[in-house]
């Protein structure tokens, strides 16, 4: 119950008593039975309605039930009355008027009405307080908060999941024979490079060489050969 919610019925109830021509006195007690809001109307006079309204409040707020409802069957048991105005030091009463206060199912307090002029102006002025917190209640419900999900520590976001580069891993992983493979075939092509390729660069300079002197041995003719081998000028 809230100083809000206790002012809202209050106007309520005031404007029918006004309606009614009936000044009242006006309280409202929260679920504990503790004075939220009290008020009135006919002051300075109706000082006794004060006390009155207050344990109709907290009557209807201890039975959960309307102060005629508990005058009705309380009325059979013998000092009933009495014995509970003792206990509660006179914030216990059997008199129409007074009505617990319900928000969303739950009792949230209770209102207690004297001072009516009329009979059972005090429960009509107590109703229409509680009609006008019936018209504000879809306002006044707690809206449900979302609850936070749980995530493991560590874990990643599913919004972030699609933000993280993908690692590319292969199919399965090698062997220990081919590992030892490739390792063979890198140590023969380091040998090959150190010992085989100079080797064979060297060869294929020599034959450039050679074919470079053969090239300048110009060919001869068959009669020069002839000359020659004979002895004879060339």
């Known amino acids: 119950m809230t100083v809000e919610i206790a002012r809202r019925i209050a106007e309520a109830c005031k404007q029918r008593a006004r309606e009614l021509r009936s000044p009242v006195s006006i309280a409202i007690v929260d679920a ?23 344990a109709k409040a907290t009557t209807a707020v201890m039975f959960n039930q309307p102060t005629d409802a508990v005058a009705q069957w309380g009325a059979a048991i013998p000092g009933f009355a009495s014995s509970l105005a003792a206990m509660t030091q006179g914030r216990f009463i059997m008199a129409a008027g007074g009505w617990p206060i319900r928000l969303g199912g739950a009792t949230i307090g209770g209102i207690g009405i004297s001072g009516g002029n009329a009979p ?24 449900p908060q979302p609850q936070p999900q749980f995530q493991p520590a560590g874990a990643v976001p599913p919004a972030q999941l699609f933000l993280q580069p993908s690692l590319a891993y292969p199919a399965s992983a090698p062997s220990s024979a081919s590992a030892l493979q490739e390792l063979a075939g890198a140590a023969n092509a380091a040998d090959y490079a150190l010992h085989e390729q100079p080797a064979v660069q060297q060869a294929a300079s020599e034959n450039e060489m050679g074919g470079q002197r053969s090239e300048q041995i110009p060919q001869s003719d068959d009669a020069t050969l002839r000359k020659h081998l004979a002895g004879g000028p060339s």
């Open 32 to 54: 504990g039975g503790h004075l939220v809001l009290f008020e009135r109307m006919m002051a300075p006079y109706g000082w006794a309605t004060a006390n009155i309204s207050i």
């Open 120 to 143: 059972g102006r005090d429960d009509e002025i107590a109703r229409a307080g509680l009609a006008a917190l019936e018209a504000l209640a879809p306002a006044l419900a707690p809206q």
